[in-house]
């Protein structure tokens, strides 16, 4: 049974950082993408970034977030730095196999329960 557990969120004030941990189980994490979505309340589920054969990144995040991975942990990651209040919302890990589109959350067959990061101004 494929498990994605998030870690790592939390409030913090505007400008600040966080980590946010993925950890796989039940699938092999070197085989596949792994990306993070976001969903602030009333808006809908959106890419942050993927990491694969390439990476990617929102336009919103380029710059401020980084994503990475160790294979050996089964591990995935998210380094958000300089946080904004624009950030807050609820993160989700997801893996699957790297297509083309990678932004898409219909490609992720596997999906985290989501940890919730809120930033302060």
């Known amino acids: 049974q494929v498990q994605l557990v998030e870690s790592g969120g939390g409030l913090v004030q505007a400008g600040g950082s966080l980590r946010l941990s993925c950890a796989a189980s039940g699938l092999t994490l070197r085989l596949f993408a792994m990306a993070w979505f976001r969903q602030a309340p009333g808006k809908e589920r959106e890419f942050v970034a993927r990491?694969?054969?390439?990476?990617y990144y929102a336009n919103s995040v380029k710059g401020r977030f980084t994503i990475s991975r160790d294979n050996a942990k089964n591990t995935a990651y998210l380094q958000m730095n300089s946080l904004k209040s624009e950030d807050t919302a609820v993160y989700y890990c997801?893996?699957?196999?790297?297509?083309?589109?990678?932004?898409?959350?219909?490609?992720?067959?596997?999906w985290g329960q989501g940890t919730q990061v809120t930033v302060s101004s």
């Open positions: 990491s694969g054969d390439s990476t």
């Open positions: 997801a893996a699957g196999v790297a297509t083309t589109d990678y932004s898409s959350s219909r490609q992720y067959a596997y």
